[in-house]
């Protein structure tokens, strides 16, 4: 299983002087049959500071403060992190940002990654090229180039969730990978919704992060959408009783509060088989820490099995018709929640 970790959130605790004393993050955190991979920024808690960053650094609002981190200080992390997988620095805009902007996050980006892989030590782990650009086109297109000329194991595609459309996306999205070279791997930062995560596998995204995942267990929610198509399709008058969205339930709702079933019948998770939903809705309005860590069981495990099947459905040629259908579902239920609004 690969676990991703984010680099500059881990700049000041703990020190990087003690974790390389130690041997890296595998031996601190014990991980050892685990793959590590370190990526620029967390895009739960850091944010790209693109007003601050500039020809020497990469400027970053962090837990800890403000921050311009340059190459040589990014290499010294790796080097004492001492990942599997490593991204390079990238200057990541918004969506909102002019071309000229958008054109010198990609000249920074790709001067960074020369720098990164020149500083690369021996034992630092496979680099992937971050890929920048905004919400232009063809500046996505031209990094993705020169990214590709690069001497890299794979891509990190990173501005994404910066605030472009779902509609803006799939033109970004293949802009990058119709140029990249399919037997290298890519990840994406910055989208996890089910429908988001369709539309990446469809433009050729291998790997994502679990944004998402950390986003609903922190507001008590649980994902709960059916991963059988067989089974008949709930009303959404019916759902919107219960909290539910046809995607996820609000275990926080008072209706769960004597509810005895687990959150998912049938689903094989600690979580589900060991616990009911009134339990950790009771954990939920005590503010018990227990609710989060039982809710990131199960919905780890859940998304999980719908990564499962998006392989399954490439595997067996059926994948546009699998993404026709989840997406059916959902516009349905926004219809019938429209209706009977």
Same mark, same amino acid.
């Given at each position: 299983?690969?676990?991703?970790?984010?680099?500059?959130?881990? +700049? !000041?605790?703990?020190?990087?002087?003690?974790?390389?004393?130690?041997?890296?993050? &595998?031996?601190?955190?014990? +991980?050892?049959?685990?793959?590590?991979?370190?990526?620029?920024?967390?895009?739960?808690?850091?944010?790209?500071?693109?007003?601050?960053?500039?020809?020497?650094? =990469?400027?970053?609002?962090?837990?800890?403060?403000?921050?311009?981190?340059?190459?040589?200080?990014?290499?010294?992390?790796?080097?004492?992190?001492?990942?599997?997988?490593?991204?390079?620095? =990238? !200057?990541?805009?918004?969506?909102?940002?002019?071309?000229?902007?958008?054109?010198?996050?990609? !000249?920074?980006?790709?001067?960074?990654?020369?720098? #990164?892989?020149?500083?690369?030590?021996?034992?630092?782990?496979?680099?992937?090229?971050?890929?920048?650009?905004?919400?232009?086109?063809?500046?996505?297109?031209? #990094?993705?180039?020169?990214?590709?000329?690069? /001497?890299?194991?794979?891509?990190?595609?990173?501005?994404?969730?910066?605030?472009?459309?779902?509609?803006?996306?799939?033109?970004?999205? /293949?802009?990058?990978?119709?140029?990249?070279?399919?037997?290298?791997?890519?990840?994406? #930062?910055?989208?996890?919704?089910?429908?988001?995560?369709?539309?990446?596998?469809?433009?050729?995204?291998?790997?994502?992060?679990?944004?998402?995942?950390?986003?609903?267990?922190?507001?008590?929610? =649980?994902?709960?959408?059916?991963?059988?198509?067989?089974?008949?399709?709930?009303?959404?008058?019916? +759902?919107?009783?219960?909290?539910?969205?046809?995607?996820?339930?609000?275990?926080?709702?008072?209706?769960?509060?004597?509810?005895?079933?687990?959150?998912?019948?049938?689903?094989?998770?600690?979580?589900?088989? /060991?616990?009911?939903?009134?339990?950790?809705?009771?954990?939920? /309005?005590?503010?018990?820490?227990?609710?989060?860590?039982?809710?990131?069981?199960?919905?780890? &495990?859940?998304?999980?099995?719908?990564?499962?099947?998006?392989?399954?459905?490439?595997?067996?040629?059926?994948?546009?018709?699998?993404?026709?259908?989840?997406?059916?579902?959902?516009?349905? &239920?926004?219809?019938?929640?429209?209706? #009977?609004?």
């Amino acid at each position: 299983m690969k676990q991703i970790l984010y680099a500059v959130s881990l +700049l !000041d605790c703990p020190s990087l002087k003690a974790i390389s004393k130690i041997g890296g993050l &595998h031996q601190m955190l014990g +991980l050892h049959g685990y793959s590590f991979a370190a990526v620029p920024r967390d895009s739960l808690l850091c944010l790209p500071n693109c007003d601050g960053t500039n020809k020497i650094g =990469a400027s970053f609002e962090t837990p800890c403060g403000r921050m311009l981190i340059k190459s040589a200080e990014y290499m010294k992390m790796i080097s004492s992190l001492k990942p599997n997988i490593w991204a390079s620095l =990238a !200057d990541e805009v918004p969506a909102w940002t002019s071309e000229k902007r958008n054109r010198t996050s990609v !000249d920074r980006t790709v001067q960074w990654l020369d720098d #990164c892989i020149a500083l690369d030590p021996a034992d630092g782990g496979a680099v992937f090229g971050a890929i920048v650009g905004g919400s232009s086109v063809g500046e996505r297109s031209r #990094c993705a180039q020169e990214v590709s000329r690069r /001497n890299v194991s794979g891509y990190w595609i990173g501005g994404f969730g910066l605030g472009e459309s779902m509609d803006e996306r799939p033109a970004l999205l /293949n802009a990058v990978t119709d140029v990249l070279p399919e037997e290298k791997p890519r990840q994406i #930062c910055g989208i996890g919704l089910p429908e988001e995560v369709l539309q990446g596998v469809a433009a050729g995204i291998d790997l994502f992060d679990s944004t998402y995942i950390y986003h609903l267990t922190l507001g008590g929610f =649980a994902l709960t959408f059916q991963m059988d198509r067989s089974k008949e399709h709930v009303p959404s008058y019916q +759902l919107s009783k219960i909290g539910s969205d046809n995607a996820k339930i609000n275990l926080r709702a008072t209706i769960y509060r004597k509810d005895t079933s687990p959150i998912v019948d049938g689903c094989s998770c600690y979580t589900c088989q /060991n616990h009911t939903r009134a339990y950790i809705n009771h954990l939920l /309005n005590v503010h018990e820490m227990l609710a989060q860590i039982l809710l990131e069981i199960h919905n780890t &495990h859940h998304y999980l099995g719908f990564f499962r099947l998006i392989r399954e459905a490439i595997k067996e040629g059926k994948f546009e018709l699998f993404c026709q259908k989840f997406i059916q579902t959902r516009r349905g &239920h926004l219809v019938e929640a429209a209706v #009977c609004a």
